[in-house]
């Protein structure tokens, strides 16, 4: 029974696309995949955890993408004021406290976006938010490694699991 439900679980809540980081997501991949628009996760996708400023390349990843005519969000389960800060540093409009994995504030951004859910992916390092709200909002979903483990014991239990479901999904060739 439990071999049937973990085989159901992959097949319904399985990201469409895994990558190591965000400039791994290029302008090419979304166009060949029909994505017109990324719903970009900030904390471990972005930036380091809890800190106003995108890592190193991010900044010219998002000129780039943009360039191209791929849209951007940040979609957070941040703090206004943080996340405010943060997305002022990089000039992307967003949301915060998302609530993800519900998907209110997902189908929300994607209509302020004025597309179609066929045409978005969210983006994003945790499965339990990102891959699972991308999930329920029925949109594409890209799961990328963390940029950086987080130090509290809830992160680091989540980061456990993810980390197996990561290996088995790998091996089921997300």
């Not at 400039?23 to 955890?49: M, P, Q, R």
């Not at 915060?96 to 992916?121: E, Q, T, W």
């Not at 490694?145 to 456990?160: G, M």
Request: hydrophobic share 40%; proline share 3%.
């Amino acid at each position: 029974m439990s071999v049937l439900f973990l085989g159901i679980f992959m097949k319904i809540f399985k990201p469409n696309f895994y990558f190591k980081n965000i400039f791994s997501v290029t302008a090419e991949f979304c166009k060949h995949n029909g994505i017109k628009a990324l719903l970009l996760d900030a904390d471990n996708t972005l930036c380091i955890y809890h800190t106003d400023y995108a890592v190193d390349g991010v900044l010219s990843w998002m000129e780039k993408m943009q360039n191209e005519g791929i849209k951007l969000y940040i979609l957070s389960n941040s703090k206004p004021k943080r996340l405010k800060r943060f997305a002022n540093n990089v000039n992307l409009p967003y949301f915060y406290m998302s609530l993800k994995p519900l998907p209110f504030k997902i189908l929300k951004a994607i209509k302020k976006l004025g597309f179609k859910r066929k045409d978005v992916a969210l983006v994003g390092d945790q499965y339990f938010t990102d891959i699972l709200g991308g999930k329920l909002a029925g949109i594409k979903t890209i799961w990328l490694d963390y940029i950086q483990i987080e130090e509290s014991k809830s992160f680091k239990f989540k980061r456990k699991i993810e980390n197996k479901l990561k290996k088995k999904l790998k091996r089921s060739d997300v």
